[in-house]
């Protein structure tokens, strides 16, 4: 059985930094495709970074490109995204999702992703 949890998230004024968790059990972060989500009220689900379970490639939507850093522990089975710089605009529900099959590259569609985490909450507001 597949689960995601992530963990991080919290209220931060604007210009701070979180650091968001995601912790998986069945399935291995370091070769399945793991995607970061958010979803804002009243907004579609975004799909804000992802890291290939092919490489170590790792891609970004332009929103939050050179603000926020994904990455994986191996060892820890955990993958993290560090969020600086944050804006009012970043206050979502962050998901982190993971694909079925190994070996594959990633992708920001959210339809690309077969388990998915509860969230956690980033609130940036001053």
């Known amino acids: 059985q597949v689960q995601l949890v992530e963990s991080g998230g919290g209220l931060v004024h604007p210009g701070g930094s979180l650091r968001l968790s995601c912790t998986a059990s069945?399935?291995?972060?370091?070769?399945?495709?793991i995607g970061w989500f958010r979803q804002a009220p009243g907004k579609e689900r975004e799909g804000i970074a992802c890291?290939?379970?092919?490489?170590?490639?790792?891609e970004y939507a332009d929103s939050v490109k050179e603000r926020f850093t994904a990455s994986r522990d191996n060892a820890r089975n955990t993958v993290y995204l560090q969020m600086n710089i944050l804006k009012p605009e970043d206050t979502a529900l962050y998901y982190c999702?993971?694909?079925?099959?190994?070996?594959?590259?990633?992708?920001?569609?959210?339809?690309?992703?077969?388990?998915w985490g509860q969230g956690t909450q980033v609130a940036v507001s001053s």
């Open positions: 999702a993971a694909e079925n099959y190994p070996w594959t590259n990633c992708n920001l569609y959210y339809g690309g992703y077969d388990y």
């Open positions: 069945g399935v291995t972060v370091d070769d399945h495709a």
């Open positions: 890291i290939s379970g092919r490489d170590d490639s790792i």
